[in-house]
């Protein structure tokens, strides 16, 4: 799949990817990708983080199961994507349905851990807001590397599991678990609203 170094190429065509092929993923390449997202800004430069990666297929079948199991107990509470008239809603919602049940079809999980002196760790906006540039560097650098990857947020619900499994500390919180391999679907572009829905000169009725 397409490489490409062009920064508003990768942002443009860096769509959440929820199918990949079983080839594996170099470790050098992780790692730059890694080195990416470790270049991204913090408040008072903190860099209060740590990346877990996890290729393993042990690890990542039994952490598998814990989201399988999450997702299915809370399964009476979510919409029925094939109910949502919008066709894109429609298509976002069955791929995040059936990557929540197969998630070790990602050959590599990322999970970004906000790390902070106390413990348990701090939450809220604030501090949230000194490791998401991390995680988009390190979404843009695996874009760029010709990789797929997606957001997703299970890690609330197999908290525990994740903790015993990697030996996370209590001052360490996983803060969102991204899958990434060699994509089987197509990069981009991005469905988003017009610009002018979002920019307001000098003033928001502007
Ligand atoms: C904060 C956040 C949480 C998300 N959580 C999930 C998730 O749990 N599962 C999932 O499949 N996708 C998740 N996504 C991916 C979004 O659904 C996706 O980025 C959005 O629908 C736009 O699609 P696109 O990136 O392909 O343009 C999340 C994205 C963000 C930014």
């Not at 942002?11 to 990708?33: G, K, L």
């Not at 790390?115 to 979404?139: F, K």
Request: glycine share 6%; hydrophobic share 40%; with cysteine.
């Amino acid at each position: 799949m397409s490489k490409t170094s062009d920064i508003y190429e990768v942002m443009q065509t860096q769509r959440a990817i929820r199918r990949w092929t079983d080839q594996p993923v170099d470790r050098d390449v992780i790692e730059r990708i890694i080195q990416a997202a470790c270049w991204a800004p913090s408040g008072s430069n903190s860099q209060p983080w740590g990346f877990l990666v996890v290729t393993d297929d042990g690890i990542r079948e039994r952490l598998a199961e814990a989201i399988r199991n999450w997702f299915t107990a809370g399964l009476a509470d979510r919409p029925d994507p094939s109910q949502l008239p919008d066709p894109t809603q429609r298509r976002m919602l069955t791929g995040a349905f059936n990557l929540f049940d197969n998630f070790a079809a990602a050959p590599v999980w990322i999970i970004p851990c906000l790390v902070r002196p106390e413990s348990p760790a701090a939450d809220g906006l604030i501090a949230g807001s000194s490791i998401y540039p991390s995680i988009q560097n390190l979404m843009l650098a695996a874009r760029a590397e010709g990789l797929g990857t997606v957001l997703t947020t299970p890690q609330e619900g197999i908290m525990d599991d994740l903790r015993a499994e990697l030996s996370i500390p209590d001052n360490a919180r996983p803060v969102a678990i991204i899958p990434m391999g060699h994509p089987d679907a197509n990069f981009g572009p991005v469905t988003r609203k017009p610009l002018e829905t979002f920019l307001h000169w000098n003033g928001w009725s502007g």
